[in-house]
C-alpha cells in the first residue's frame, strides 16, 4: 500500500503525509474528516487547514501530524488524495 501511495504523492520527503493517508485509508473517522475538508473550494479549505493546524499546536499534537496536514495546502496532493479517498 505504501508503494502505491508514494506514487501517488511524488517521490519527496513525504513519509508523514503516507502515513496520514494510510491511516484516513484504515481509520473511517479519520478518512471522513478529511473528505469533508478536502471536498471544500480551495480558499475555504485553506482558512479550515490553518485552523486544524491551529489547534493541533494548541493541543501539542505530534509535529509530524502536523507537518502531514500542511501538504493539503497544494491543490494538486488535496486533489489526489480526495481521488484516493472517495475510491
Do not use: C, Y
Not at 6 to 22: H, I, P, S, T
Amino acid at each position: 500500500m505504501q508503494n502505491i501511495l508514494k506514487g501517488l504523492f511524488g517521490r519527496r520527503k513525504d513519509e508523514e503525509f503516507v502515513a496520514l493517508m494510510q491511516a484516513a485509508l484504515e481509520d473511517p473517522s479519520i478518512r471522513q474528516h478529511l473528505l469533508t475538508l478536502l471536498r471544500l473550494p480551495q480558499a475555504q479549505r485553506l482558512i479550515q487547514l490553518q485552523k486544524w493546524r491551529v489547534e493541533l499546536q494548541e493541543e501539542q499534537a505530534p509535529q509530524p501530524l502536523i507537518r502531514a496536514i500542511g501538504f493539503l495546502e497544494h491543490d494538486d496532493i488535496a486533489s489526489r488524495a480526495l481521488k484516493l479517498l472517495d475510491n
